[in-house]
């Protein structure tokens, strides 16, 4: 029963130290907050290397599947056509294995945000969003890392 007990022990430790060498990735420097009807909101942070296009998104205040869960959603940018300088990016993400785009902006003519929920109950699934300075300003890059990676 000893060697039981120190055996889980040790391997206790060493898979909190095996989590603690692992290097965090890189974040940005700010939070961005978005709200939406229905008390939607959604936070992005730009996680990793600009050049590889990927965010954090977090969903919360909603009675939704997603509400209190952070995904890292792949980000597609493009311009809405050749003859412009605005530009458009999807955010998606995976859930139950299917990608969904939950996320999008719009430059130009009706530019900003809209989120799409997968749909639930009487929820709808589009929701046009508004900036929220206050909640950007209250959300720390790295607080909303360490979220992320805790629900992994």
Same mark, same amino acid.
């Given at each position: 029963? @000893?060697?039981?007990?120190?055996?889980?022990?040790? %391997?206790?430790?060493?898979?909190? +130290?095996?989590?603690?060498?692992?290097?965090?990735?890189?974040?940005? @420097?700010?939070?961005?907050?978005? +709200?939406?009807?229905?008390?939607?909101?959604? +936070?992005?942070?730009?996680? $990793?290397?600009?050049?590889?296009?990927?965010?954090?998104?977090?969903? %919360?205040?909603?009675?939704?599947?997603? %509400?209190?869960?952070?995904?890292?959603?792949?980000?597609? @940018?493009? @311009?809405?056509? /050749?003859? !412009?300088?605005?530009?458009?990016?999807?955010? /998606?993400?995976?859930?139950?294995?299917?990608?969904?785009?939950?996320?999008?902006?719009?430059? $130009?003519?009706? !530019?900003?945000?809209?989120?799409?929920?997968?749909?639930?109950? !009487?929820?709808?699934?589009?929701?046009?969003?508004?900036?929220?300075?206050?909640?950007?300003? !209250?959300? %720390?890059?790295?607080?909303?890392?360490?979220?992320?990676?805790?629900?992994?």
């Amino acid at each position: 029963m @000893k060697f039981f007990f120190l055996y889980s022990l040790f %391997s206790v430790i060493t898979v909190c +130290t095996m989590a603690q060498n692992k290097p965090r990735p890189e974040v940005g @420097k700010v939070c961005k907050a978005y +709200t939406g009807a229905e008390g939607l909101k959604i +936070t992005t942070c730009r996680v $990793g290397p600009e050049e590889k296009n990927e965010a954090l998104l977090g969903f %919360s205040d909603v009675d939704h599947p997603w %509400s209190g869960k952070i995904f890292k959603a792949k980000m597609k @940018k493009f @311009k809405n056509n /050749s003859n !412009s300088n605005n530009f458009n990016i999807d955010y /998606s993400i995976e859930w139950k294995g299917k990608e969904y785009v939950v996320l999008t902006y719009r430059d $130009g003519y009706g !530019s900003g945000f809209t989120a799409y929920l997968m749909p639930f109950g !009487s929820l709808q699934a589009e929701h046009k969003l508004a900036y929220n300075e206050y909640a950007s300003q !209250s959300c %720390s890059p790295e607080r909303f890392l360490t979220e992320y990676l805790e629900q992994q």
